[in-house]
């Protein structure tokens, strides 16, 4: 979902707003391609990109995978041509610790399943039993519209929901699943 924001929404409205595409960085922390070790790692690597006094708009995805994270969040933040976006869908960022650790920084917008009247307005359809009846058996997730099987649109839900049940809540609360 919230690849869907970054690479089509903002993407879209940064693009015509005629931002160099040199001032708009997405690192996504599940991607080995960036194998940071320490949130210095991150700092530098973000701060080595920052080239001039130009507005910079930086997406960190799944930034929580990086131990003392908001140690570089907090060092791009005071930065006056820094427009910083954090991005997560682990248990950690669900939580209230998020809240104590950049307190006072941060302002949460919460992504939610596209409602029916979006969905209708996405595809430029009225309502119809046909149209609802796509909404509810295809999902509502906005990265599921571009899915054109029916087979891949489970297997994204079904990741969907190991993410965040299995992996992010389970090891969150410290509970392990054995495998039989």
Partial sequence: MKEYLEDTSMGNYLKSERVNEKHILSINLENPEYNFITYMDLYKYVDDKITDNEKYYIFLDEVQ????????????YIKKNVDLYITGSN???????????????YIEIKMFPLSYSEYLSYYKKENSEKMYLNYTNRSSFPYALKIEE??????????IYNTIIVRDVL?????QIWVC
Wanted: glycine share 8%; proline share 0%; no cysteine.
């Fill in 150 to 159: 029916q087979s891949d649109i489970d297997k994204y839900i079904d990741a």
């Fill in 91 to 105: 248990a950690f960022l669900l939580s209230s610790e998020l809240a104590i650790l950049l307190s006072g920084r």
């Fill in 171 to 175: 090891a969150r609360k410290k509970y």
């Fill in 65 to 76: 995978n990086i131990e003392g994270f908001e140690k570089a969040v907090d060092g791009l």
